[in-house]
């Protein structure tokens, strides 16, 4: 069992009687932006160490306890240890920490205690010389019941950390990947909007494919901080990509696959905007909604693209080529579904992507070919992975 310790209780530093883990981050607070990662790694418990219950403060809570997990509020280490499942695996976030799901991934499946750690920094306080304290900490509730012992006046998380660090917990270091992603310890509301945008940006370039990383997340970079700083719902991006998905399978309806193909990957992209506004918003309809307009684009794009290339060559090879692409494809996604993806590995956008310059090189029925290969390879590798994992 998987279960969350998150502190609520220093005031922000550029906000008068604000606590900073209620300060905005792309919409939500960070509390709900940690709480997330969190429940995203699996954990099925949060406990919220508070100082005082704000208004703010009360919402937040609220909003999580509607997510399906166990989320408590307590005000001591005594009733934080009385909340926990004793067999529990806890992922302790320090008080206004920033960081990304690859740093929450790497420190959730640890056996023992561990402490994420980086050199001389203000990030939080010192572990010995030359070395502080990340921010990260996988711990066993036992080391919480150890700080209920010490007296009452001690401060929770300083101390936590000092008996942690005492029981010769291991240490693993912070990659400079999560410093540049927006990892940190941050209580200034501009500073946390500014790492708060490179942490969204982390999130489509950690994903496990190339088009998220290599297309998606550079795209990101430029147009995610305009967005969040305007506060753009994400269903308005989401209605932008419907209509331009729309609009390109129209043209390509009318014949023009190029231009047909060329609005549907920026529907793609849009739709890849869009469910990483949504998932920090919490809008789960329309997440769900996003995952399943960006396929169903791809499919009726290359169904129409077939056909027009079919009606132009007088033969039935492309529209063959076309529907060896969706269904292998289709298989393809729900093998890969099941194991850890490579990132190589086809995905929706990719096939569109095969045959976007074969369409400007018109050469369509060749890039209908490259696409049913690609997709065919991905399946072939997919099915190999489950089959090795089933032997094992």
Same mark, same amino acid.
Do not use: C
């Given at each position: 069992?998987?279960?969350?310790?998150?502190?609520?209780?220093?005031?922000?530093?550029?906000?008068?009687?604000?606590?900073?883990?209620?300060?905005?981050?792309?919409?939500?607070?960070?509390?709900?932006?940690?709480?997330?990662?969190?429940?995203?790694?699996?954990?099925?418990?949060?406990?919220?160490?508070?100082?005082?219950?704000?208004?703010?403060?009360?919402?937040?809570?609220?909003?999580?306890?509607?997510?399906?997990?166990?989320?408590?509020?307590?005000?001591?280490?005594?009733?934080?240890?009385?909340?926990?499942?004793?067999?529990?695996?806890?992922?302790?976030?320090?008080?206004?920490?920033?960081?990304?799901?690859?740093?929450?991934?790497?420190?959730?499946?640890?056996?023992?205690?561990?402490?994420?750690?980086?050199?001389?920094?203000?990030?939080?306080?010192?572990?010995?010389?030359?070395?502080?304290?990340?921010?990260?900490?996988?711990?066993?509730?036992?080391?919480?019941?150890?700080?209920?012992?010490?007296?009452?006046?001690?401060?929770?998380?300083?101390?936590?950390?000092?008996?942690?660090?005492?029981?010769? %917990?291991?240490? +693993? &270091? *912070?990659?400079?990947? #999560?410093?540049? $992603?927006?990892?940190?310890?941050? /209580? !200034?509301? =501009?500073? @946390?909007?500014?790492?708060?945008?490179?942490?969204?940006?982390?999130?489509?370039?950690?994903?496990?494919?190339?088009?998220?990383?290599?297309?998606?997340?550079?795209?990101?970079?430029?147009?995610?901080?305009?967005?969040?700083?305007?506060?753009?719902?994400?269903?308005?991006?989401?209605?932008?990509?419907?209509?331009?998905?729309?609009?390109?399978?129209?043209?390509?309806?009318?014949?023009?696959?190029?231009?047909?193909?060329? %609005?549907?990957? +920026? &529907? *793609?992209?849009?739709? #890849?905007?869009? $469910?990483?506004?949504?998932?920090? /918003? !919490?809008? =789960?309809? @329309?997440?769900?909604?996003?995952?399943?307009?960006?396929?169903?684009?791809?499919?009726?794009?290359?169904?129409?693209?077939?056909?027009?290339?079919?009606?132009?060559?007088?033969?039935?090879?492309?529209?063959?080529?076309?529907?060896?692409?969706?269904?292998?494809?289709?298989?393809?996604?729900?093998?890969?579904?099941?194991?850890?993806?490579?990132?190589?590995?086809?995905?929706?956008?990719?096939?569109?992507?095969?045959?976007?310059?074969?369409?400007? &090189?018109?050469?369509?029925?060749?890039?209908?070919?490259?696409?049913?290969?690609?997709?065919?390879?991905?399946?072939?590798?997919?099915?190999?992975?489950?089959?090795?994992?089933?032997?094992?």
């Amino acid at each position: 069992m998987l279960a969350g310790l998150l502190f609520a209780t220093a005031d922000a530093s550029d906000r008068h009687d604000t606590l900073a883990a209620t300060l905005p981050i792309g919409g939500v607070t960070l509390i709900e932006f940690q709480a997330r990662l969190l429940i995203a790694a699996g954990a099925s418990q949060i406990v919220v160490v508070v100082s005082r219950l704000t208004p703010e403060l009360l919402g937040a809570i609220n909003r999580l306890s509607r997510r399906g997990v166990a989320v408590d509020s307590v005000r001591n280490p005594s009733e934080a240890i009385a909340k926990l499942h004793p067999l529990a695996r806890v992922v302790w976030f320090a008080d206004g920490l920033v960081t990304t799901s690859g740093v929450v991934e790497a420190m959730r499946d640890r056996d023992h205690d561990t402490l994420l750690v980086a050199g001389e920094g203000d990030e939080l306080e010192r572990i010995e010389p030359g070395v502080v304290w990340a921010g990260v900490a996988t711990i066993d509730p036992q080391r919480i019941a150890e700080v209920a012992k010490l007296p009452s006046d001690y401060d929770f998380a300083s101390s936590l950390l000092r008996v942690v660090a005492q029981r010769g %917990a291991e240490r +693993v &270091a *912070l990659p400079d990947a #999560a410093v540049r $992603d927006g990892h940190g310890i941050q /209580r !200034d509301s =501009r500073a @946390l909007a500014a790492k708060g945008r490179a942490t969204l940006v982390a999130a489509l370039g950690a994903r496990p494919n190339w088009v998220d990383r290599f297309l998606i997340a550079p795209l990101a970079r430029v147009a995610l901080p305009p967005l969040v700083a305007r506060g753009v719902p994400a269903v308005m991006l989401a209605a932008v990509g419907v209509a331009a998905s729309l609009g390109g399978l129209a043209v390509l309806f009318m014949g023009w696959a190029a231009s047909g193909l060329a %609005a549907v990957v +920026v &529907a *793609l992209a849009l739709f #890849a905007l869009t $469910d990483v506004l949504a998932w920090l /918003r !919490d809008e =789960r309809r @329309l997440i769900v909604a996003v995952k399943w307009l960006g396929p169903a684009s791809v499919v009726l794009a290359t169904i129409l693209f077939g056909h027009q290339a079919g009606l132009d060559a007088g033969t039935a090879v492309a529209p063959l080529l076309a529907l060896a692409v969706i269904v292998a494809g289709a298989l393809a996604e729900r093998a890969a579904g099941s194991v850890q993806r490579h990132l190589w590995w086809a995905t929706p956008p990719a096939y569109l992507l095969i045959l976007l310059p074969a369409a400007i &090189a018109r050469q369509p029925q060749i890039g209908l070919a490259v696409a049913a290969a690609y997709a065919v390879a991905t399946l072939a590798h997919a099915i190999e992975r489950l089959r090795t994992r089933i032997a094992g």
